[in-house]
């Protein structure tokens, strides 16, 4: 099965954003490599949320753009994007299928509540639908 691990510090990060953006949703990249049906996360990107709208997101292609030229030319890349769903399942919606268009993107979605729950689903599309990833849980240690 294809997966993504994704190590805990990086998680609590994504918690941390979820929770600071209620009731909006946050959003930002995904630094990491991928092989074969493999991701890894190496770093989350944290941007600006351009949606009017509190159920949606829409990352800024400046910071998009920005960040593709720093990590040109240093074998890093971008693997995909994060956001929350505030009062919302971890799973894509159906207006994430909309702007779902690159296959093999990563699509990590967090589930949050004013209760204080967060969890975390990843996906990425294929053929069209969305394919569920086994989501590898890591410590990192120094």
Not at 16 to 38: M, V, Y
Not at 109 to 118: D, H, L, M
């Amino acid at each position: 099965m294809a997966a993504l691990t994704l190590p805990i510090a990086l998680q609590e990060q994504i918690a941390r954003e979820a929770f600071a953006a209620l009731p909006n949703e946050c959003c930002g990249l995904i630094e990491g490599a991928r092989d074969s049906d493999t991701f890894k996360a190496t770093a989350l990107y944290p941007t600006l949320n351009l949606a009017t709208e509190s159920d949606r997101f829409e990352i800024d292609p400046a910071e998009q753009f920005n960040l593709m030229r720093t990590l040109r030319g240093t074998g890093r890349k971008i693997i995909g994007c994060y956001h929350s769903h505030p009062n919302g399942k971890a799973e894509p919606s159906a207006r994430d299928a909309e702007s779902a268009f690159d296959e093999h993107f990563v699509w990590l979605v967090a589930g949050v509540t004013i209760q204080g729950s967060c969890s975390l689903s990843a996906h990425i599309r294929e053929a069209g639908e969305w394919r569920k990833l086994a989501l590898n849980r890591m410590e990192t240690h120094s």
